[in-house]
């Protein structure tokens, strides 16, 4: 196989997939990893994608670049059901409190395994700003939905705004389960928006403990808003081991990262 052919393949499965894996791309097309990391070269400097820590995700333009909820379901599926089903994992069997879940699509992901829970399991209550989660949460056995209200953005479908920020800040959940456009060991977890940025800062804030799901697409970026430190972070579940810079940084801060 050509050079050509195989990287229009792997731009292909970018688009899938929102990310690939050299190894994965090495067995598939039955080459050296040397030769993939070439290939990977090659279409980030044409700008068709970002190579990260064993691989590579989409590039986005700019630190206020947004892709909008729809598009960004169809990205990584695989590896947000896997971070999904890891952190429902973080809840002892006999877990009956009080979670908040951020707007995002691999919150959204935590949700769906939220809903299905085995029918014995004991009543949890839920809070959330997406109408999204929202929309997926309502009616499901043994939750206890509460939907904060507020300006929704249709970009993320969720609510921001000072009503929003104080009606999270009147609020002391059990854990949150947060969702980030960026992290990063200098800039922490950010995200694009400064009103969802400040939602976000509410909820690391009030919750009791912060759990980060985030695929290795977020590992390294910065976007424009820097909504809290990584020592805000108890956990960090993920799809793939950080680099060496972040992973130092997540230990100093005392964070616990899990691979899912």
């Given at each position: 196989?050509?050079?050509?052919?195989?990287?229009?393949?792997?731009?292909?499965?970018?688009?899938?997939?929102?990310?690939?894996?050299?190894?994965?791309?090495?067995?598939?097309?039955?080459?050296?990893?040397?030769?993939?990391?070439?290939?990977?070269?090659?279409?980030?400097?044409?700008?068709?994608?970002?190579?990260?820590?064993?691989?590579?995700?989409?590039?986005?333009?700019?630190?206020?670049?947004?892709?909008?909820?729809?598009?960004?379901?169809?990205?990584?599926?695989?590896?947000?059901?896997?971070?999904?089903?890891?952190?429902?994992?973080?809840?002892?069997?006999?877990?009956?409190?009080?979670?908040?879940?951020?707007?995002?699509?691999?919150?959204?992901?935590?949700?769906?395994?939220?809903?299905?829970?085995?029918?014995?399991?004991?009543?949890?209550?839920?809070?959330?700003?997406?109408?999204a989660l929202a929309h997926a949460l309502a009616?499901?056995?043994?939750?206890?939905?509460?939907?904060?209200?507020?300006?929704?953005?249709?970009?993320?479908?969720?609510?921001?705004?000072?009503?929003?920020?104080?009606?999270?800040?009147?609020?002391?959940?059990?854990?949150?389960?947060?969702?980030?456009?960026?992290?990063?060991?200098?800039?922490?977890l950010s995200t694009p928006d400064p009103d969802?940025?400040?939602?976000?800062?509410?909820?690391?804030?009030?919750?009791?403990?912060?759990?980060?799901?985030?695929?290795?697409?977020?590992?390294?970026?910065?976007?424009?808003?820097?909504?809290?430190?990584?020592?805000a972070v108890d956990v960090l579940v993920t799809?793939?081991?950080?680099?060496?810079?972040?992973?130092?940084?997540?230990?100093?801060?005392?964070?616990?990262?899990?691979?899912?």
């Amino acid at each position: 196989m050509y050079a050509m052919e195989r990287q229009t393949l792997i731009e292909q499965e970018l688009v899938d997939q929102g990310r690939v894996s050299v190894v994965s791309l090495a067995r598939r097309f039955d080459v050296t990893t040397e030769t993939v990391r070439r290939d990977l070269a090659q279409l980030e400097s044409a700008g068709a994608l970002r190579r990260v820590h064993g691989g590579a995700v989409v590039a986005e333009r700019s630190s206020t670049a947004e892709t909008p909820l729809a598009t960004r379901m169809r990205h990584a599926g695989a590896a947000k059901s896997a971070i999904a089903r890891r952190c429902v994992e973080l809840l002892p069997p006999d877990f009956h409190g009080s979670l908040y879940l951020d707007a995002g699509t691999t919150t959204a992901a935590i949700a769906a395994a939220l809903a299905t829970r085995p029918s014995g399991a004991r009543p949890i209550d839920i809070v959330t700003h997406s109408m999204a989660l929202a929309h997926a949460l309502a009616g499901a056995p043994g939750i206890g939905l509460t939907v904060i209200g507020g300006r929704v953005r249709g970009i993320t479908a969720a609510a921001v705004g000072a009503d929003t920020v104080r009606a999270i800040e009147q609020l002391r959940p059990d854990i949150a389960f947060v969702g980030v456009n960026g992290i990063s060991a200098g800039f922490g977890l950010s995200t694009p928006d400064p009103d969802e940025a400040a939602v976000k800062t509410a909820i690391v804030a009030a919750a009791r403990r912060t759990v980060v799901a985030a695929d290795a697409g977020k590992h390294g970026r910065e976007l424009l808003v820097s909504f809290a430190p990584l020592r805000a972070v108890d956990v960090l579940v993920t799809d793939v081991a950080p680099a060496a810079d972040l992973a130092e940084a997540l230990a100093d801060a005392d964070a616990e990262v899990l691979v899912a």
